[in-house]
């Protein structure tokens, strides 16, 4: 097997980009996450002679942790002294999944309006050309037909240009822990290595059943908690679960009727295998606690050992 050699990856994926943007405006899709940090500084430095033209761009989907986009707002604004452009479309994405139980339905929609007002920004800021940070394991789960990756388009057999989009996607090649690579070669701060992957839908994949505000107050409250008390450089990714079923619980010596969420915790390199994590039962029955006290009408909260395979990372 040939050696991965970051650099010359980097070298590589910047000539490309300029040989396709020259002269073009360019739309960078930003979530936070590492693969949309390194998507962004590829650009950044294919285009760093032209001002304005590499444009970071996020899509507040109200489906993201706490906090998130006003975070990477103001790393935006400390490290490269830019405003990272967004737009606020909660309302966009809750009411298109109303009523959606399918999994892939949900990843389907959400694609849907994800790529619509995609082609809306790109016509606002008369843009030419999309990156994003699809990788690896996204296309193989969608060819395989494990799972549709909503990041996913000529490979699902959808042409980009179905949403008026011309796309550039840098990392498509790579498995997670090589994007980690080149992210060191990019010097990227060392907390983007660390952010735990997070599905690009979001909350909308931590919720079986039905997508609601309410729910999604609820499993963006239970992510903070767990994600606080896991430091483990061990831990690929660990987060709960808002479940569908009900359960009996008790609440000043009365019975009632509340959610269930599992917790989730995998051990993985690449994504594309994972096993779950052993969690010192001190620091379970931690977490446990705090969500079954800090979060009214959560009855139980389960731990799942499931491997990869044969579950997915994500329950939905």
């Known amino acids: 097997m040939e050696r991965f050699e970051p650099k010359k990856f980097i070298t590589r994926k910047i000539q490309n ?124 789960e969608t060819q395989k037909g494990i799972k549709t990756h909503f990041n996913v388009l000529h490979e699902a057999g959808i042409n980009p240009a179905n949403y008026g989009l011309n796309l550039f996607e840098p990392l498509k090649e790579l498995t997670k822990s090589r994007v980690k690579m080149v992210a060191k070669n990019l010097d990227i701060p060392p907390k983007f290595l660390r952010i735990q992957p997070f599905p690009g839908p979001g909350f909308a994949l931590r919720i079986t059943g039905e997508v609601t505000y309410e729910r999604v107050e609820k499993i963006r409250k239970a992510t903070e908690i767990v994600e606080s008390e896991l430091m483990s450089p061990k831990i690929f990714q660990g987060f709960p679960v808002l479940l569908t079923d009900k359960a009996t619980g008790i609440q000043n010596e009365s019975a009632f009727v509340g959610d269930i969420i599992a917790i989730r915790i995998v051990e993985s390199k690449d994504s594309l295998t994972a096993r779950s994590y052993r969690i010192p039962w001190i620091k379970l029955d931690k977490i446990a606690k705090r969500i079954l006290t800090e979060i009214p009408g959560i009855a139980r909260v389960l731990y799942d050992v499931t491997p990869k395979p044969p579950g997915t990372i994500e329950f939905v």
Request: glycine content about 6%.
């Open 17 to 140: 980009l300029r040989s396709q943007a020259s002269g073009k405006r360019i739309i960078v899709a930003v979530s936070g996450g590492i693969d949309s940090m390194v998507c962004f500084e590829i650009a950044r430095k294919a285009t760093i002679k032209q001002e304005g033209q590499t444009i970071p761009f996020i899509i507040d989907t109200g489906l993201m942790r706490q906090n998130e986009v006003k975070q990477i707002e103001e790393y935006f604004r400390k490290k490269y002294n830019i405003e990272l452009q967004r737009w606020d479309k909660q309302n966009d994405f809750i009411s298109a999944l109303k009523g959606i139980i399918s999994p892939e339905e949900k990843r389907k929609t959400f694609r849907d309006v994800f790529y619509r007002i995609m082609s809306q920004a790109m016509r606002s800021y008369a843009a030419d050309l999309l990156v994003q940070g699809t990788i690896l394991s996204d296309i193989v």
